[in-house]
Structures are given as C-alpha cells and as structure tokens.
C-alpha cells in the first residue's frame, strides 16, 4: 500500500463531473489497484475514489501547469468504463509504501450463530425448568433457531437476533403460527433473544403474546469480569 500525504486536486469525470478544490489529504494507492482520496474528517468515507480494474500513471506537470503550481498530475483510469480521476500535485509532505501482506479476513464475533450455540448450551437462561429439544428446527418455512420445553412440558420456539428488530418478531410469529397448526407441538410459546431488543420490537413481541430475553454475550461466554462492574 502506497501512502501519500499531499497538497492535491481532484477532478472526476465519468458518469457525473465532479472536483476537490485544492487542500491537503491523504491519498491511498493499494495493491489491488484502488485509489482512494481522504480528508482528516468524515468519518472512513472517502471523498473519491477509484475502484479496480484500474491504471494509475504520473507525470511531472507541463510548463502551463507548473504556472499554476502543479508538480505532478495523476490520472487513474477505469479498464472498463470512461470514469477517471485526474489529480493534481501540488506539494507531497510524505511518500510511503508499505507491503500489508495476506489479510486473514473478518472474523465477526457474537453473530447469531455463536449465539444460538451458547444458548442451547445454557438454555435456563430462557428460564428455571427449560431443556432444550433441537437447534435449527425445521419448518416450512425454513427452521426455527432453538426449540425448547418449559418447566410444564410446553413447546417453545426461539428466534435470536444480534440486534432484534420488528423484522425478527415478524419472522417469530410466522414461525409460531405454523408450528401451533401442528397437534404434536402446540400449544407453542415464543421467545425473541437478542444481545439488544429495539422498543418498537418489545411493544410488536408483546402484542403477540412472545416474550423478550436479552443476551450478554460476554457473560455467556465467562468473560463478565464481576470485579470490574459497580454492581
């Protein structure tokens, strides 16, 4: 990756036209091609940018564009359209190259399936008396994360989330009113699981007779530090 730190404007040309008037910003070359152009705010969003495959050459500025101040232009061209950015040089405060190497790739943690794995594993969490019967119960309609008894012998349906939403007791309450048509099951409760439930989703969930349980992903997994917490 090739880092630059310089004085710059930018002109896009392509589908719509666009230019960065004149300033300082940091301009990222990598491997794979793309060319990205960061200001110091804006969260990670660059101002531009050019996607691979495509080319990248420089030059050193003709003497109309020296008049101007440019040193040297840049052009990056799209291989397989007309899009182009065309940027020009004014003062490099830094030039660096470094070789990142292979990057393993994102490895999400807490995604529903760590989730689901865990719970079935501590499924009193639901409450005093629960067992578990099966993960990825299998319906109609594609299957249901966690099927469990309560304390009575009753069947109950789970549906977990990372981030429960209306979408998700939606999902529930077709799962429910499928698995209630089934003599061997119903009556079937349900539980909406999430690390965070939205309002909207606690007030839909208790329309519907299904209830909400919050997880701690930390404390399920033994990380919950008890010295570290005020209560």
Not at 10 to 21: D, K, N, P
Not at 36 to 56: A, E, Q, R, T, V
Not at 95 to 114: F, I, N, Y
Not at 209 to 218: E, F, P, T
């Amino acid at each position: 990756m090739r880092l630059v730190v310089a004085r710059c404007a930018v002109r896009y040309q392509g589908r719509l036209s666009a230019y960065l008037a004149e300033a300082t910003r940091l301009l990222l070359v990598k491997a794979d091609g793309s060319v990205l152009i960061h200001s110091d705010g804006g969260s990670y969003k660059p101002l531009n940018w050019m996607s691979p495959p495509c080319s990248m050459k420089e030059r050193e500025a003709s003497d109309q564009e020296q008049n101007h101040g440019v040193a040297q232009v840049w052009t990056v061209q799209h291989a397989k359209s007309d899009d182009r950015l065309d940027i020009d040089i004014f003062e490099v405060f830094s030039d660096s190259r470094w070789d990142l190497g292979v990057d393993p790739g994102l490895v999400k943690d807490g995604v529903e399936a760590h989730l689901q794995e865990l719970l079935a594993q501590q499924i009193g969490l639901l409450g005093p008396g629960h067992t578990l019967v099966r993960r990825e119960y299998p319906t109609a309609i594609g299957p249901v994360d966690i099927l469990a008894r309560d304390e009575d012998g009753g069947a109950v349906a789970v549906e977990i989330k990372r981030r429960g939403d209306i979408d998700g007791v939606e999902q529930l309450t077709r799962y429910l009113e499928l698995m209630n048509r089934d003599p061997q099951l119903r009556p079937v409760s349900g539980v909406f699981a999430a690390q965070e439930i939205k309002p909207q989703a606690r007030v839909l969930a208790a329309d519907r007779g299904i209830r909400c349980v919050v997880l701690d992903y930390d404390a399920m997994r033994g990380f919950d530090d008890v010295d570290s917490r005020l209560f």
